[in-house]
Each structure stands twice: as structure tokens, then as C-alpha cells.
């Protein structure tokens, strides 16, 4: 008889954003499932789990699951000490811009100066309070442009779910303030994503900054810029093959998107839910050719550069080494597998 010890790990689990990930495109393709059935582990998505499940998506205490979504929540949790290791990072530029009215007199970043932007509530806690940080981040990049910081505006609440859920792959909104932009209680809202885009078109409302065209790289770090995959250090430990394999699986479907953008389109459209349209609005026309994850020197330093806006703004309860939270290794062995297998 075997007997279950610490150790045993039974189950994978997979979560994920509504964002582009070559991680979602390997689950829609059914690979995720094949690697986990090929390591004897059966993949379960935390999305369609029960609610009491679903919630590890924002403090990763669930000893089988691998992550890949925004940062917010990833460094947040370890930051309260969840066991995870960073095992990659991607980069999809995702339609971020600064909205205002269609009559309003701002044109631009230096327009800012004096305004009364709307900035999310806190939530429930500091992982779920993505949407407060990704506003307040956004300004702060926006402002930068014009010599401004966040010193020379008015920080106005506007009201936000404070228990965000991903179980049954419930809506997670993008355009917070809308309607106290629209009654005027606030004069620009922060913006990004597939359906951002469209909400900005159907209300009337003008893109004040796209920060999109407008600043570096190093200027559009934000919640989903760089995007981690995260998992937790017991998988990566007990069953490191799993993990390599999952890994594996995604630099496949990256592969494949490069050359299939008509069917990348059709899964974001439904991950994202928003039209074919939204999403070429939000990711452009080349998205589907950099979908690969990477943990070079230059995606850790702009995760670098979000870890501490979070700490310096209060959204991490502690602040932590970065270095020491990366695991090269997998991604590294998963490349040399699908290399192998190119070369074949």
C-alpha cells in the first residue's frame, strides 16, 4: 500500500488571466492537459474550481499550481510569504491610455496638472487590489511625461468590486471610473485591455495619453508589463518534470501563435471578452510574434522597477529579493526540449 506523505502532489492546477498568453493558448490547444496526463497528473483550471479554490489565484497557497497573470497579485503574495519561484516573464503591450471626456480641455500629460483622477478603492487586500495599482501606476508613468508626479493631481476614489473572483471565469473589469468620469466627478480614468478599448469608443470618451506611443518600455511598466508565471516551490520541488513540461508546452503554442493570428484572434476574443476588433485595438498587429516567456536581465529589472512602485505605495507587505525568487532552470530545460525537437 502506498501511503500519501508531505510530499505527494496529485494534482496540477492552471490559472490565468484574460490577457494573451502562450500559456492560454497551449490549455485551448489542449497541450497543457497532455503534459500533465503524460507526468500521471490530472490539470485542473482554478477558474472552474469552487470558490474556496478559485481564491488561491491571488495568494498562491496551493501547493499544484502554476500562474501566469499579473504581477500585482504574484509579488503581493510572495511578499506575504506564499512559497512560490518566478519561472518566467512576458511582455504584451496591452492598450494602456489615459481617458477623459470628449469636451474635456486636457490634451496630454502636461494637461494633467491640477485634474481629479480616479483611482480604485482599496480592495479586500493587497493582492486583490490590482485595479488601485494599476491606476495609480499608470498616472505616475503618465505625469512622468510631462515632468509631473502624482504630487500635482487630486486622488479621487471611485468605487471598485473589493472581492474580485476568477471562479466561473466571472468578469474582471478594465475601465474603473467610467461612470464618475461620464457624471463628471472625476476628469480622467486609467485604462487598459481589449475592452477598455471599446468602452472608450461606445462612451464617447477621448484618449488623453497613450502610453502605448508615448514613453519607453521601462515607462509602461504595470500590472500586466512584465507578466510573471509564477509556481509553488513544493511543485517545483517534488515535480520539477511537470513544470518543464508545462513550460515546454507554452513555448510550442508561442511557436504556433506566430503563424496562426486568425485563430490567436478567436481565442483572445473569448478570453478577453471582447470583439475580434478590441483585441487588435488593445495588442496591435504583431502581438501574436512575441508571446515567449523569458527571464532575461532586462524583464526582471522592469519587474524590478513595478516591486518597488508596489512597496513604495503600500501594495506589498514586505519588500523581498528579487533575485532569489527567479528559477532559471526550468524555462532553461524547456527551451533546450523544444529546441531539441526543432532541430529533429
Known sequence: MTIATEQTIDQLWYTRCPVPTASGLAHSLGWLSDNAADHGLPLSILQDAAPEIAVHHYDH?????IREGGNVPALAAR???????????????????ILVAGDSPVTDAAGLAGARIGIPAWAADQARSFPRAMALHGFANALRLASRTLADVTVTEVDVNRDPQVHGRATRGTTWGVAELLAGDVDAIYVK???????????????????????????????????????????????????????????????????????????????????PE?????????????????????????????????????????????????AHEPLEQAKALVAGERAA
Open 61 to 65: 497557497r496551493l501547493r499544484g499550481l
Open 79 to 97: 511578499a506575504q510569504g506564499s512559497p512560490t519561484r518566478l519561472i518566467g516573464l512576458t511582455w504584451i503591450d496591452e492598450a494602456q491610455a
Open 193 to 275: 485591455g481589449a475592452r477598455a478599448a471599446e468602452v472608450a469608443r461606445e462612451q464617447g470618451l477621448r484618449v488623453a495619453v497613450d502610453l502605448d506611443t508615448a514613453t519607453t518600455r521601462r515607462g509602461r511598466v504595470n500590472n500586466g508589463t512584465p507578466r510573471p508565471i509564477t509556481v509553488h516551490a513544493d511543485l517545483l520541488e517534488h515535480r520539477p518534470e511537470a513544470v518543464v513540461g508545462f513550460l515546454a508546452a507554452s513555448l510550442r503554442a508561442a511557436d504556433w501563435a506566430a503563424g496562426h493570428l486568425d485563430e490567436v484572434r478567436a481565442v483572445l476574443a473569448h478570453e478577453t471578452f471582447s470583439g
Open 278 to 326: 478590441g483585441v487588435v485595438a488593445a495588442y496591435g498587429e504583431e502581438f501574436h510574434r512575441t508571446l515567449h516567456p523569458e527571464l532575461s536581465a532586462e524583464r526582471i529589472e522592469l519587474l524590478g522597477v513595478q516591486k518597488q512602485f508596489l512597496y513604495t505605495h503600500g501594495f506589498l507587505a514586505a519588500d523581498f529579493d528579487l533575485g532569489s525568487w527567479v
